[in-house]
């Protein structure tokens, strides 16, 4: 089945530590972002990325970390420089063709938990 | 600056009638595209309906409908005999595109209530 996958569902990190989270897309979709949700508010950007080895910052890029090597594939590491990185996150993908109605499709997300 | 204001936190509504969440969009580019998603407890984000914003009639999806009123930049989304299941957050999106490609900008979302 086409789709995204995030992993973990659940992570704990103590403080002052680096974690990294995946996602992966077998959509074949060109574009990838990831998306920062606090409890009760809407999403806010992090990172987007169009095309492979490139990427950009969002909103809040401050503390996070990307990479896309691979079209499948764009991590998020969240640094010890991240001060409240505490929050749910999102990746979606979509594709960049001409077709305005493409939407993005959401992974499952990952809860963070920082002790 | 791109905006998108939800000024309804909460909404309730008794299953089977109609309900109407609210948004309203700040853009400057003529050329955008309207979404609306659904976020159950579980936390995952399900795409509802779209509207382009050279669409000349309103976006529909079975119960969904999108009353797109262009000059008054909103996008309100309709849900119609609404059912315990619709129970969730609701977010407005819009795309747009940026010096770098297309880009998302959320609202602060609506959580619906259906009550039996």
């Known amino acids: 089945d086409g789709g995204i996958t995030q992993s973990p569902k659940y992570l704990f990190r103590k403080e002052g530590q680096n974690v990294t989270l995946s996602c992966e897309q077998n959509l074949n979709h060109d574009a990838m972002y990831w998306y920062r949700q606090d409890p009760g508010q809407g999403l806010r950007l992090i990172y987007y990325?169009?095309?492979?080895?490139?990427?950009q910052k969002g909103d809040i890029a401050e503390g996070y970390s990307v990479s896309r090597e691979k079209k499948e594939s764009f991590p998020l590491t969240v640094t010890s420089a991240q001060k409240n990185p505490t929050a749910f996150y999102l990746c979606?993908?979509?594709?960049?063709?001409?077709?305005?109605?493409?939407?993005?499709?959401f992974g499952p997300g990952t809860r963070l938990t920082v002790l | 600056a791109q905006k998108i204001t939800q000024t309804q936190p909460g909404m309730f509504v008794q299953e089977k009638e109609a309900v109407t969440l609210d948004c309203t969009y700040d853009?400057?580019?003529?050329?955008?595209?309207l979404f609306w998603y659904k976020q159950p407890s579980s936390g995952e984000m399900i795409f509802l309906i779209y509207?382009?914003?050279?669409?000349?009639q309103n976006a529909t999806e079975g119960r969904y409908s999108l009353n797109f009123q262009k000059a008054r930049k909103s996008a309100n989304l309709v849900i119609s005999a609404s059912q315990l299941g619709d129970s969730a957050m609701y977010f407005c999106a819009m795309m747009y595109r940026d010096n770098y490609g297309q880009n998302f900008v959320f609202g602060p979302g609506t959580r619906l209530s259906v009550l039996p």
């Open positions: 509207q382009g914003s050279y669409d000349q």
């Open positions: 990325s169009q095309i492979v080895n490139d990427f």
């Open positions: 853009t400057s580019d003529p050329s955008y595209g």
């Open positions: 979606a993908s979509r594709t960049t063709g001409v077709r305005r109605t493409d939407t993005q499709y």
